[in-house]
């Protein structure tokens, strides 16, 4: 089955600087990968999402790009600010939003 | 906006004894998805429903766990007998329907397993 691995496990940067989250996929075969976040004590919601048929997606300060030949994916988050605070997490899927393989996750701070 | 409810939000059990989480997915969604969270971890996806049929639950210990969706709407969640490494959060999403991009999460039902 799919495997995704998600770097670092905890991210600090100054506000108002960038954060870069990277996701390595296994089953070449996957089309579809979204980026949620998750606050502490919410739900996971979605932020973005790309299909293989696109190398990059963007969204007022965020952005996504996918390196299909090397099979990995990345968030971009730019001027970042105290709401960014949160867990994000890369997941992978061959038909959209079925049977998505989850990374672990990656703790985002954000220091004033 | 609709959203996925779920309950109990907070569960406290003993070891062996039956617990049960109940999902009411947002109105028209036709994929009912269970994930469990363990803590630090990403969702795992237990099993699927369309409409009432299960498509996926190759990754539900079906052992201890089992799922219904009897009339494709609402759907139920249990565990007998509960183990120590079954705590955990439980979420259930919801989507459009079967392939479609967006999963919309609900709050999650926290069990605690002692």
């Known amino acids: 089955g799919e495997n995704v691995e998600q770097h670092p496990s905890t991210l600090s940067v100054q506000e108002g600087d960038s954060a870069v989250i990277k996701c390595t996929y296994s089953?070449?075969?996957?089309?579809?990968f979204p980026w949620y976040k998750q606050e502490l004590g919410k739900r996971p919601q979605l932020i973005i999402d790309i299909r293989s048929n696109v190398g990059e997606k963007k969204d007022q300060r965020i952005a996504v790009t996918l390196n299909k030949t090397a099979k990995h994916f990345s968030l971009h988050i730019t001027e970042t600010q105290p709401e960014d605070s949160a867990v994000y997490f890369c997941?992978?899927?061959?038909?959209?939003?079925?049977?998505?393989?989850f990374g672990k996750g990656t703790h985002l701070i954000i220091q004033p | 906006e609709a959203e996925v409810a779920q309950s109990p939000r907070y569960k406290i059990t003993e070891k062996s004894q039956a617990v049960a989480f109940w999902c009411d997915p947002i109105s028209g969604h036709a994929t009912l998805y269970w994930y469990r969270q363990i803590l630090g971890q990403g969702p795992e996806l237990l099993v699927q429903f369309q409409d009432e049929s299960v498509v996926d639950d190759s990754q539900l210990p079906k052992d201890r766990f089992s799922a219904e969706r009897l009339k494709g709407v609402d759907s139920t969640l249990k565990i007998q007998p509960a183990e120590l490494g079954d705590s955990a959060m439980y979420l259930c999403?919801?989507?459009?329907?079967f392939g479609t991009g967006e999963l919309f999460f609900g709050e999650g039902s926290r069990l605690t397993v002692l």
């Open positions: 997941a992978a899927s061959l038909r959209g939003a079925d049977g998505l393989t």
């Open positions: 999403a919801s989507s459009r329907t």
């Open positions: 089953d070449s075969a996957s089309n579809y």
